[in-house]
C-alpha cells in the first residue's frame, strides 16, 4: 500500500507538473533512453495485484494474477483471483480464455483495446515505435525510477481512456494506472518474480549505458 | 419470288423485335447445368442469389489517413440512404444502434448462457463478478450504463458469440487495410447477383456519389462478383463491337476485290445478318434472356453464313453469253451447287444440334443460336439472293486471278498427300503421347484478368470476407426444424472450433434460436419473487447491493411474457437482413435451407473431418465450392464431348447416305479429321488447357471443312456439270468461291484469336487454323473417280 501511494503521489505530482515537467525529464531522461532500458530484458514474469474503482459498483474490486512477456510480441495476463482468467497476446491476436470457453481476435479490430494492451506490451518489450504511434508520451524521473504517461493520440480512443500512467525502477515495471474518462481507474502494482539471471544483469548493463 | 422476299422481311423485322427487347446477361450461371445434384443446387443457389454473389468490396486510397476515414463515414451515410444497398459495413458501429437495441431487448431468448443453473443463486453470483470484473476496463464502457438492467452480462455474451475472430482493422473509427493506405468497405447489394442490370445500378451509384471525393484526391476501387460480372459483360460487349467492327472491314476489302462491286457486298452481308438476328430471336425466345458468350459466338457465324453468300454469288455468276436469260445463273447454282450446300447445312446441323440438348443453358444456346442462324442464313441464300442478285455478282474484281491461282494450288495440292498424311499421323502419336489437353476450368470462361483477381484477394483480406471455400447445407420442411438442425450442427461444430480444426463459422441461430430453444430459454427465467430472493442471497458480499437490482428483476419478467422470435417477426427489424443471408426461406415444393459458412484455421478445412463430425445431423451437407464447381465443369466437357462425338457420327452417317461410297465418304471425313488433328495436336503441343468452347470451335472446324471437302468431291467427280458452262470456267468459280470463303474465315477468326476475351480467344484459335487446314486437306486428300487424275 506504501508503495500504491507513492505511485498515487508520483504520478499526481507528474500531472500537476504538466508539460513543464515532461519537458524538464525528457533533457534528463527520455523516451528512447528508457525504451532502451526496456527492451534489454527480452522476457519477464511478474504477479500482480490490480485494484479497480468502479463508480456503478459498492465496493473496489480487486483482481491478482500473474504477468508474464517475452520480447517481440508476446503478453500473456492470468487472473488467479477472484476468478480465472487469461488474456493471452501473440503479434495481432488477442485470445481470451474464461472457463471453457475461448475467444480469439485480431487486437487491431478492437482499437479500445489495442490501447490498454498496447500500452503494457509495449512498455515491457519496449517497443517505442508502437508506443509513439498510440500514444503522446512523457517520460519523468531517471533511469533509477521512472515514470511514463501514455495519452491516446486518437479522440476517439481518448473517450474510451484517458491516460494510462506506467512506472518501474531500471528495466523493470512496477505499476500501471489506467484512468477512464469518468474517473473510473485501475492500479495495477507489480512484483517481479525471482528473476531469472539474465534479468538483472541485462537492466544493469541497461543502467550503465 | 417476290413472296420470299415479303416472308423474309417480316421474318427480319420480328426477329429484330424480339433481338431489340432481349434480357442479355454475362454471369457464369447460364454454364452450370439445369437438373443438378443436391450439393450443386445449394451451390447455384448461392451463386445466383447468395450473398456472396451480392458483396460489393470496396476500397479508398490516396490522400491522408484522416481524409480517407472522413470520406468512407460520410459515403457510407450517403450509400445507406439510396436504398440500393442492404448494407454498408465499414467499422463505424453507430449504425448497429437500432440492432443492438433489439438485441438488448432480447436478450433473454438470445443468449448462449441463459439456462436455468445460471438463475440459481450461485449461477448469479459468478455471472455478476465476472461481468463486473470487465468494468474499469475500456471493454467496460459498453457494460456499465447497462450494469443494473444486465447484471450476468447477457449482452457480453451475445457479444462474444457474434464477434468475427478475422475482423478488419480499425483506425480513425473506420475499417482499413493491414498493410495498405486504403480504408475498406463491404457493401451487399438488394439486386441478386444474377441481376446485372441491377448490379450494375448499385455500381454506378458508387462511382456517382464517390464523385465529391474523387475531386479531394482521393480513389476509388471497386471490386466483387457482380461487379466482375458488370465488367464481364461491358467487356464483351466492346470487343464484340471492336470485332464486328475489324472483321467487318476486313471482309468489306476482301469482298470488293473479290467482286469489285458495292452491291454485291451489300448482298453478301444478307444471311450473316439474318442467321444472326434470328439466331438472337430464337435464343431469347426460348431461353427468356441471351447470354454475352452466345452472342460473341453469334459473331463467328458470320464465318459460315459468308460463305453461302459467296458460294452463291460466285457459283451463280452467269458465263457472259448474251443470249442467257435473266435469271439463268441462279436456276443453275440451284441445280448445281445448292445440294451441296444444303448437305453441308445438314452436317453443320448436326454438330450443333447435339448442344441443344445440353444439360447446361449455356451450351444448349450456343446450339439453338448456330442451328437458328445457320437455317435463316442458307434459306436468305436460297430463297432470297436469288431475287436479288438472280445472276449471281457482276462485277469480277480479282475473282479470275484468285480462281486461277486456286486451280494451280488445287492441282498441286494432292501431290502434298503424304507429306501431310505424315503430319496428320505425327499429330496423332503426339497427342496419345501428351497428356490430355482438356482440363480448361469454369475461371477460364471468365475474362477477367490476374490483376482484378489479386485486387479482389487483397480486399477479402482487409475486410476478412474470406472467400466462402466450404458450406454446410441443411434442410427442412419448415422453418422450426431447420434451425433445430443448425443447432445441432452448431454444436458439434464448437467441438471441431474448440479443437483448433475450424477457426469459426457463421450460424444464424446466434440471431435467431430455434423456437425449442427459445422456450427452454425462457423457461428457466425465474420469477419476480422467486428471482428477488436467490439475487439477495448472489449480491451478499457482492459488488452491487440487491436492492439496486430492481431494473434487472423487471427485465427478466418481462422477458417471460416476451413472444417466440420467428423469422416473420424479424421482418423490418435490423436482424432480418442477417439471417436471410444464412437462412433461405421454403418456397412451394423447396425445402427452409440453412446455410453455415466456415472460416478455415491455418491448415485449411478438412472436409472429411466435418462429414464425420456432422454423421447423424439428418440431410447434412459439406458443400466444398471450388471441389463442386470443379466437378461441375468435368461433368459440362465430358456431356459436350460425348454430344460431339455423336453430332460428328451423325455428319458420318449423313455423308455416306448422300455419298453413297465408302471411298468418297473417307476421302471427305479425312481432310476434316487430320485437320481435326494436327490442331488439336499443335495446342496440346503449344501446353494450352483446352475447354468448352474449344469443343464448340472444332464443332465450327468440322462444320466448315465438310463443305470445303464436300465441295472438292463435288469438282472431282465432275457432279453436276452441264454442257452450258465451259467446265474450266464453272470449276475456277467454285475454287475461287472456296479460297474466298475459306479468307474470310481464316480473317475473322484470327481477330478472335488475338481477342482478350477467353472465350472467344478459344473459339478463334481453333477455328481459323482449323479451317484453312481443312481446305488444304481438302484439296490434298479428296480424289477423284477411282481412274484417278483429276
Known sequence: ?209 | MARALVVWLLALLAAAFVTVRSNYVADLSAFLPSAPSAEQAVLLDQLRSGVAARLVLIGIEGGTPAARSAASLEWARTLRKSGLFESINNGDNSQYEALGAFLFEHRYLLSPAVDAQRFSADGLRSAIDETVSLLGSPAGAMIKPVLLRDPTGETVRMAEAMLPARAPRTEGGVWVARNADRAVLLATTRADGSDLDGQQHALEQLRSTFAPYAAQGLKLIVSGAGTFAVASRAQIKHEVERLAIAGSAAIVLLMWLAFGSLRALAIAVLPVGTGVLAGIAVVSLSFGQVHGITLGFGTTLIGEAVDYAIYYLIQAHAPSTASSQRGTGSRRWIARNWPTVRLGLWTSLCGFVALVFSGFPGLAQLGVFSVAGLIAAALTTRYVLPVLAPDGAPGLGLRRQLGAFTGRAAALAPRLRWPLWLLALAALVLLLWLPSPWRGDLASLSPIGADALKLDAQLRSDVGATEAGTLIALSAADEASVLALAEQAGARLDRLVAEGVLEGYDTPVRLLPSPATQATRRAALPDAAELRGRVAQAAVDGPIKAERLAPFIADVQAARSQPTLTRASLQGTPLATAVDAMLVAGRDSKPWRVLLSLQAGERGIDAERLRVALAGVPGAQVVQIGTELGALYSRYLREAMWQAGLGALAVCILLGVYLRSWRRLLGVAQPIAAAVLIVLAALALHGAALGILHLVGFLLVVAIGSNYALFFDQLRHGVGRDSVAGDGSSDSDTLASLALANLTIVISFALLAISSIPALYAIGQVVAPGTLLSLVLSAAFVRGPARGAV
Open chain 1, 1 to 209: 500500500m506504501n508503495m500504491l501511494r507513492r505511485a498515487l503521489l508520483s504520478g499526481a505530482a507528474a500531472a500537476l507538473m504538466g508539460l513543464g515537467g515532461t519537458a524538464w525529464a525528457a533533457a534528463a531522461f527520455d523516451l528512447a533512453q528508457l525504451t532502451q532500458l526496456l527492451a534489454s530484458k527480452r522476457s519477464g514474469e511478474a504477479t500482480f495485484v490490480e485494484k479497480r474503482e468502479v463508480s456503478v459498483l459498492d465496493r473496489t474490486l480487486m483482481t491478482s494474477g500473474r504477468l508474464s512477456f517475452e520480447a517481440p510480441d508476446t503478453f500473456v495476463r492470468e487472473n488467479l483471483k477472484p476468478q480465472r482468467e487469461r488474456v493471452a497476446v501473440v503479434g495481432n491476436m488477442v485470445t481470451m480464455s474464461r472457463g471453457d470457453r475461448s475467444r480469439t481476435v485480431a487486437l487491431d479490430s478492437v482499437p479500445e483495446a489495442s490501447v490498454i494492451i498496447e500500452a503494457i506490451r509495449g512498455t515491457l518489450t519496449g517497443n517505442r515505435e508502437s508506443l509513439q504511434k498510440l500514444f503522446e508520451t512523457g517520460v519523468s524521473g531517471s533511469a533509477e525510477r521512472w515514470s511514463l504517461e501514455l495519452v491516446p493520440r486518437d479522440a476517439r480512443l481518448r473517450a474510451q481512456v484517458a491516460t494510462v500512467r506506467v512506472s518501474g525502477r531500471q528495466a523493470e515495471v512496477r505499476e500501471m494506472q489506467v484512468v477512464m474518462p469518468d474517473g473510473d481507474r485501475s492500479t495495477m502494482t507489480i512484483e517481479p518474480v525471482a528473476a531469472k539471471s539474465a534479468g538483472p544483469a541485462a537492466a544493469g548493463s541497461g543502467a550503465a549505458r
